[in-house]
C-alpha cells in the first residue's frame, strides 16, 4: 500500500474511532439529557413545511407563523395523548378489576391443559405440575388499592410532575426556537464546518432524513393495519380488553425478531389444549390472514430499503442492543448507515466500493 494511502486509511480509522467513542459517551451518558432538544428538533423539521407555506403564501411573519405551527402540533399531541390515556386507562381498570377472578381460574385451565396436552406422564406427575404452577399462582398478588397504598402512588407521581412539566416546557420552547432560528442556525454551522464536511453535512442531512421519514411512515402505516386488523377480529371473536391487547400485539410486532406470532400461536395452541378449539383455531388462522396481509403489502409500503445488507442489520443490530438497549438497535444501523454513505462518496476510505 502506498505511503499517501497507507496515511489516509489509517486517518480514516482514527476518525471512525474518534466517532464511535464520541458517539458511544454522548449515547450512554448524555442522551438523555438532550433528548427534549432532539425532540423539538425533530418537530420544527415536521412543522418547517407548514411554516413556510404560512410565511411565503400567507404572508405571515416567520416567527408569528412558527408560533401558530408549535402551538398547533402542541394540541394535536396533547390531544391524542389525552385520547390514548384515557382509553388505556379505561382497559387497565377494568382488567384490573377481572384480574383477581382471572388469577382464580388459572389453576383450574392449567390442570385442564396438563392433563391434555401431558397424557403420557404419570398421574404422580402430572399433579406435582399442576401443584409447582399453583404454588407459583398463589405467590401473585394483586396491587392494593388501601387507602396507603394510594397516597403513595400519588406521591411518587407528584414527585415527578415538575420533571415533566420543565422537559415538556422545554420542548415546546424550543420547538419554536429551533423554527424561527433555522437560517440562522443553519449559517452557525456552515461556518464553522469546512467546505469538504459541509457538503458531506448537507448531503447526509438530506439522506438520513428521508431515510427515517421513509422508514418511520412505513412503520406506523404497518403498525396501524395491524392494529386494525387484531382489533376487529378480537371484537368478533368477543375477547376482552379487544383494544388494549391489540395494540400491546401491534406494538410487539413491529419490534425486532418478535411479530405477531408470539403472542397469537402459544394462545391459540393454550386455547385449543384446554378443549376451547374453536377459539384457539381462530387465533391460529388470524395469525396466518395477519402474516399473509403483512407479506403482501409491506415491499409496496416499504419501498425501498435502507440500504444494509440483512446480515449488517442484524449485526449491528445486536451489538447496538447490547451496548445501548433498545434505543441501540435503531441508533447503531444508523451510524453504519453514515459510514457506508460517508465512505461512498469519497469523504472517508475504510473500504474499497
Known sequence: MPENKQHRFLL??????????????????????????????????????????????????R????????????AIFGLLLYILSSMAI?????LSKDLPAFLASLPEKFELFVNRA??????ESRARIIDMFNSLVSDITVPSSTYTNILTRLGRAASSVPTVIITTVAIIVSTYFFASSRNEI???IKKQ?????????????VHLFRVLGRWLKAQLILFSITFAELTVAFIILKINYAGIIAFLTAIIDILPVFGVGTVLIPWGII???????SMGISLIVLYGIVILIRNTIEPKIVGQQIGLPPLVTLVSMYFGFRLFGVL?????????????????????HIWKN
Open 328 to 348: 441501540g438497535m435503531f441508533l447503531v444501523p444508523l451510524f453504519i448507515i453514515i459510514l457506508i454513505r460517508l465512505n461512498e462518496w469519497d469523504y472517508i
Open 186 to 188: 443553519s449559517r452557525f
Open 193 to 205: 464546518l469546512p467546505p469538504k464536511w459541509l457538503e458531506a453535512y448537507s448531503r447526509l442531512k
Open 12 to 61: 480514516s480509522l482514527l476518525y471512525l474511532a474518534l466517532i464511535f467513542f464520541g458517539g458511544y459517551f454522548f449515547i450512554k451518558y448524555l442522551l438523555g439529557l438532550f433528548m427534549p432538544f432532539i425532540v423539538a428538533y425533530l418537530l420544527s423539521r415536521v412543522i418547517e413545511p407548514v411554516v413556510r407555506a404560512l410565511n411565503e403564501r400567507l404572508r405571515i411573519p
Open 63 to 74: 416567527d408569528l407563523a412558527c408560533a401558530i405551527c408549535t402551538i398547533l402540533v402542541t
Open 271 to 277: 386455547e385449543v389444549l384446554s378443549g376451547n378449539f
Open 90 to 94: 379505561a382497559q387497565i381498570t377494568n
Open 118 to 123: 401431558l397424557r403420557s406422564l404419570t398421574v
